[in-house]
């Protein structure tokens, strides 16, 4: 039997991802009364994601993640010319499933109320109408959090644009060789975006991103990069475990406040509009957004949640603002005769120096203090 909903809360968060976990658990712990959405069966699933994340991302979260399936220090990049780039990288390797989860039962831990199965259908300033199964339910709010990915119903009910975005296909497939280091590889006929190989012990994430127009090439485009993998003997033979896609956000929004409602996560646009990465800044977000949420609600003044945009900005939206500048040039010129693919590559790619170089000119782009930082190459071959 499905519990009946409380007729209104302080805080609505609609999608249990990591930002949605996250808004729900920082605004919990100061005490007012959460309700946590998501309108799948089960949290976590299915997996739309690469599952690499920044080990900075643990500095947000007091989780001590069985999630964590291995470490990478390093990630190599690769040109079609056979060149390689290794750069340091700290990240983890997630069994995402498992870290939702995890995320989301902190929030209920920290005193948030969770209702899976529940679709937001209807959102305004008083509140949501939300689908149960054949029940439609009214819930009054006070703040609302849409954090329901790149295709947001919050965003399209508030009558926002949808975002650019970046198409991307994914097998799990069996690793025969174990590895500590992640692999990116670019190539011409990966349109505005790149292949990449990320190990999880004795598997591995082999995908593809390209924009999104190009979509429809993504299936070929995947066996060829699989066999291009058992060529160079990085797989000993192909075996798919499992297979996943979706879409990726490539351009952060220039509003995330609409009144008592706000946007977090992939909904904001808060992925990296060049390497699609998402979860440190859906986090990020997130604790940003459960925090103000909770301030404005115990002191009655509303006009706090703009600061939420302002802090999102200072943090991580300066980078995504320059990673959009160079999403731009990147798509301008891929392919483009008479330019180097490597040298377009360098200049658009954030693990190269050159990628910061625009920079000198453009002093208001600097990043965030949450954003990762970088090694520039050490070695090349």
Known sequence: MVEPLKSSYDLIVIGAGPAGSITARAAAKKGVRVLLIDQRQ????????????????????????RAIIQTTEAMVIHFPDRTTYKIKSPGYMLERCLFDKELATSAVL????????????????EGILVQRGRREEWIGAKVIVGADGVHSTVARLTNQPPLKEMSALQYEVVLFKPQSHTDIYFHPDYEGGYAWLFPKGDRANAGIGII????????????????????????TRIEILSKTGGSIPCEPRGCIVFGNILLAGDAGGHAHPITGAGILNAMLSGEIAGRIAAEAIVSKDFGILKNYEKECYETFGKSLRYGFLKRNLLEENWNKSGFSFKELIQKTWVGFKEYYQDRRNNPHLFMGDGERKIHEPKNKS
């Not at 949290?43 to 007091?62: D, K, M, N, R, Y």
Request: glycine share 4%.
């Open 42 to 65: 089960r949290i976590g699933t299915p997996v739309q994601c690469a599952e690499l994340v920044s080990q900075l991302a643990f500095h947000h979260t007091s989780l001590n993640s």
């Open 110 to 125: 920290s005193g948030a109320e969770l209702s899976t199965a529940t679709k937001a259908i209807q959102v305004s300033t």
């Open 212 to 235: 999104a127009s190009k979509s429809s090439l993504l299936p070929e485009l995947l066996n060829r990069f699989l066999n291009h993998l058992k060529d160079s003997q990085r797989l």
